[in-house]
């Protein structure tokens, strides 16, 4: 499939209002092998991923980041900040009931992002 060799990363999400139909694991299965690591698909509607810190102030400003990167894409995760040091994002297009390409996108760049750091 020609759109999964590109870069996610160099993707912009698009505006989903609906009318389209979620991706099949076999469209998304490629993105979850070779571009993202950890993240984990649950019942074909999203995908999540945990993140661990050193301390509360370090997960607090990855959180604030990733609000950062959502608002630039225009696609928001939720996010489930815990513990002291533990911090859960989930990805879904709520709008289509599962995961479009823009969850898979967010994903690359948050994930680059956070790779990028000096932490856990």
Same mark, same amino acid.
């Given at each position: ?5 590109? *870069?996610? !990363? ?7 209002? $609906?009318? /389209?139909?979620?991706?099949?694991p076999? #469209?998304? $299965? ?5 571009e993202?690591?950890?993240?984990i698909?649950?019942e074909?509607?999203? &995908?999540? =991923?945990?993140? =661990?810190?050193k301390?509360?102030k370090e @997960?607090l400003?990855? /959180? *604030?980041? /990733?609000? /950062? &990167? @959502?608002?630039? #894409? $225009?696609?928001?995760?939720? &996010?489930?900040?815990?513990?002291? *040091?533990?911090v859960?994002?989930?990805? +879904?297009?709520? @709008?289509i009931?599962?995961l479009?390409? *823009?969850?898979?996108?967010? @994903?690359s !760049? ?5 790779l +990028?750091?000096? &932490?856990?």
């Amino acid at each position: 499939m020609d759109k999964l060799t590109t *870069n996610l !990363k160099s993707k912009k999400c698009v505006p989903c209002e $609906g009318g /389209v139909k979620p991706l099949t694991p076999d #469209e998304y $299965g490629a993105y979850l092998r070779s571009e993202l690591d950890g993240w984990i698909d649950f019942e074909e509607k999203r &995908i999540e =991923k945990d993140y =661990k810190f050193k301390n509360f102030k370090e @997960a607090l400003e990855f /959180v *604030n980041k /990733v609000g /950062v &990167i @959502a608002e630039e #894409e $225009g696609h928001h995760p939720d &996010i489930n900040l815990f513990g002291w *040091n533990k911090v859960k994002l989930t990805l +879904s297009t709520h @709008a289509i009931g599962g995961l479009s390409e *823009n969850d898979f996108i967010l @994903a690359s !760049k948050i994930d680059s992002w956070h790779l +990028s750091l000096d &932490i856990m």
